[in-house]
């Protein structure tokens, strides 16, 4: 039987609120993850709404890469959810790598930057979601490779940085109000 | 798994253009689209030349980086056989995540029904 898993962690509110969801590898769970995402940023922070939803895909396209890229069937990912009162929120999705094709983090690191500079009529179905949603809507991706095989991505949204005044990526989300 | 729900209609106020209404309810994501998007090159396939395709999103909640893919590719088909493919009353978070994936330069999308018929 599948099952998701979940803890979440709360201490008082200088404290990082740290919840953890373990997923099977199957998108059926996806729509319901994106309402817990939904939810998780209109109830936890003073996001506005535009920025509620575009977390919601960056979480759906994270977790998509994860289980098609990432997992074989009937294995599982850890996504993991971090947010610092007035100064940042932070998603991890973690896998356990592909069975056949495997990819460390450096070949995603290099197919993404590709899809970035490629042209839209050159893309196929495919290789919009990390190079743009993820990317474009977060301050920080960072690829590694897991010891234990499979990648972890983090992404993170910094809160109160002057920088992001000036950053193109997007405007300020507000204030977390944990 | 997400559900999506979708009607095609053909036009026939403006006998002089060949239209089809597409209209969406629902999620589009990485559960459905698989299955929902040869329903689509279906239609395409049977289609007159020079027949435009609007998409109705008004119902639309939501549309992963995939199925953004699949419109991708509809625009690429639609417009071989001389047509045109519009993107009528896209919520705005539909339309923002269009635009971060510069959908907006290659679709035309439009506020109305009205303004998808006049530039079909």
Known sequence: METISGSINQNNSDKPVEIKIELPTNAYFMSGIRDFTLSLIENMTDF????????????????????????????????????????????????????????????????????????????????????????????????????????????TKYLNDENFKTSDRSDDPKNIII | MADIKYSISDLVDDPSKSIKVVILAGQLDESNVDQFAPKMYEMIQAMAAKTSVIFDFQQLTYLNSKSIGYFADFYNQITAKGGKIIIAKAPSNIKDILNVVGMDQMISMTQTMQEAKLMA
């Open chain 1, 48 to 155: 506005s709404s535009q920025w509620a939803y575009r977390f919601q895909s960056v979480v759906d396209e994270l977790a998509n890469n994860a289980i098609e890229h990432g997992s074989s069937a009937n294995d599982k990912i850890l996504v993991t959810f971090f947010a610092i009162a007035n100064k940042e929120i932070k998603i991890v999705v973690e896998d356990h790598g592909h069975p056949e094709k495997p990819m460390k983090a450096e070949q995603v690191m290099a197919q993404m930057e590709k899809n970035k500079n490629k042209d839209k009529s050159e893309f196929s179905i495919r290789g919009r979601g990390l190079a743009f949603i993820v990317d474009k809507w977060t301050d920080k991706l960072e690829i590694t490779d897991r010891p234990s095989g499979g990648l972890r991505i983090a992404v």
